[in-house]
């Protein structure tokens, strides 16, 4: 019939931690589903405390944290939570 296509299932955190390094080049990509309708949903965050679940490497972290927030960021990968510490 045809050769077999092996199937690899990594963890969730294990899956992030590779690809963090590259997940950054898919910014604009991310950002065009929420095409500018996340921050009027919100109003006025300044001086207000956010928790960021899923951060990644902060694409939303940095920008709420720019617009006054006190930002907390939660993600299941370390490695994408180091690069948000570098930014």
């Not at 992030?16 to 929420?34: G, I, M, T």
């Amino acid at each position: 019939m045809g050769t077999k296509t092996k199937i690899k299932i990594l963890p969730s955190s294990l899956g992030y931690n590779l690809a963090a390094q590259e997940y950054d080049k898919k910014e604009e990509y991310l950002n065009s589903f929420e095409k500018g309708n996340l921050l009027p949903l919100l109003g006025s965050i300044e001086g207000k405390k956010v928790l960021d679940v899923g951060a990644g490497t902060g694409r939303l972290s940095i920008l709420l944290a720019g617009l006054g927030a006190k930002v907390f960021a939660l993600d299941i990968s370390s490695e994408m939570l180091k690069i948000l510490k570098q930014k």
